[in-house]
């Protein structure tokens, strides 16, 4: 069982907005510590989609955002399109295991 | 370009040891944390610790403690992973990844497949 929450999946159809959300607790997420999101296509290695809460690294188009309030954090996906179907995993530090970083159990992105 | 590149993959029988490398190129080596994640077959992404580079320093996650060591050759810009006394439930991709300065893995390695089975 993740310290931190997904969905395990989402779903929409080309064009439409998604979200993913993140959830966690006071010595994670909620202690104030950054989340990242990361994209992982099958085969391959996971990319850095979003750190910090909500800046995208060169490359990632501006389809890809993110929020946090409190213990929780989002990922939004707009514009909907097919390469956008992959497992979608969030990430933080947490206080209570020796300088731990945490991940959420992952979410499956379905483009119908 | 910056890059990481693992090991080959590896098929191991139960209660055998496993070492995989993560070698590091287009940066400076010293200056950024390595860490260690691991995919099992239709699992999510699992954490397994972390190595600073410049001085050796580890941090495993306590379910791995006793049966992981990792370590770093600074001269060869590269960091193993050592798994012992493996067991089925330790087939899975592993992957190394370097922590930019906010705790985030901004490179990842291509992973290195351990299958242990007898």
């Known amino acids: 069982q993740s310290v931190l929450t997904q969905p395990p999946s989402v779903s929409g159809a080309p064009g439409q907005r998604v979200t993913i959300s993140c959830t966690g607790n006071?010595?994670?997420?909620?202690?104030?510590?950054?989340v990242h999101w990361y994209q992982h296509l099958p085969a391959t290695a996971p990319k850095l989609l979003i750190y910090?809460?909500?800046n995208r690294p060169s490359g990632v188009p501006d389809r890809f955002s993110g929020s946090k309030s409190g213990p929780s954090a989002s990922l939004a996906i707009t514009g909907l399109q097919a390469e956008d179907e992959a497992d979608y995993y969030c990430q933080s530090y947490d206080n209570s295991l020796s300088e731990s970083r945490v991940f959420g159990g992952g979410t499956k992105l379905t483009v119908l | 370009q910056v890059q990481l590149v693992q090991s080959g993959a590896e098929v191991k029988n139960p209660g055998a040891s496993v070492k995989v490398s993560c070698q590091a190129s287009g940066y400076t080596f010293t200056a950024y944390y390595m860490h260690w994640v691991r995919q099992a077959p239709g699992q999510g992404l699992e954490w397994m610790g972390w190595i600073n580079p410049k001085s050796g320093r580890t941090n495993y996650v306590q379910k791995f403690q006793g049966r992981v060591t990792m370590t770093r050759d600074t001269s060869m810009s590269t960091i193993y992973m050592e798994l012992r006394s493996l067991g089925s439930d330790d087939t899975a991709v592993y992957y190394c990844?370097?922590?930019?300065?906010?705790?985030?893995?901004?490179?990842w390695g291509q992973g290195t497949l351990v299958t242990v089975s007898s």
């Open positions: 910090g809460n909500n």
């Open positions: 006071s010595s994670n997420i909620g202690a104030g510590y950054a």
């Open positions: 990844a370097r922590e930019q300065e906010d705790d985030a893995f901004d490179i």
